[in-house]
């Protein structure tokens, strides 16, 4: 494979990555707030308060790493698709989106990181099994299977 396609190849996998990024970021929520969560994992008001704490104290990083990563994505765009581009502009753009997307990733989880601290053990392992089935749920939502054909 010639470095023109193999380029062109990590540039499509790095959009669908993008795609896939984007989507799980859309799809967060500030769980600890839903009622389903809070008595399940049977929170207290203090954990709530921390925990939205840690989220408002975090949330202007995040904010602007957002940006910043949704300001050299769309440059990346750009530059691939000027004809004019060499690929040594394509990856000087293309490790910049990167570098952003690395910092976001970090910030990200880094607060799950210092959420997870804020509740017990015995939450934490409630809290995976319910985050894996709002996942799911979600998930289902959105990509509803056909329904089977009752002989019609």
Do not use: Y
Request: aromatic share 6%; hydrophobic share 35%.
């Amino acid at each position: 494979m010639s470095m023109h396609a193999k380029l062109f190849t990590c540039l499509g996998l790095s959009l669908v990555l993008l795609v896939v990024t984007e989507r799980a970021s859309a799809q967060g929520f500030k769980w600890w707030q839903n009622e389903r969560f809070q008595q399940e994992l049977v929170l207290t008001q203090e954990q709530i308060g921390r925990l939205e704490e840690i989220f408002q104290s975090m949330q202007p990083a995040l904010k602007s790493q957002k940006e910043t990563l949704d300001k050299h994505e769309s440059r990346l765009s750009k530059v691939i698709n000027d004809p004019r581009a060499d690929e040594a502009k394509v990856l000087e753009v293309l490790e910049r989106v990167e570098s952003a997307r690395s910092e976001l990733s970090k910030s990200r989880t880094l607060l799950a990181f210092r959420m997870r601290r804020i509740l017990t053990a015995d939450q934490n392992v409630k809290f995976k099994a319910l985050h894996e089935e709002w996942v799911r749920e979600r998930r289902n939502k959105s990509n509803p299977s056909p329904e089977p054909n009752r002989g019609r």
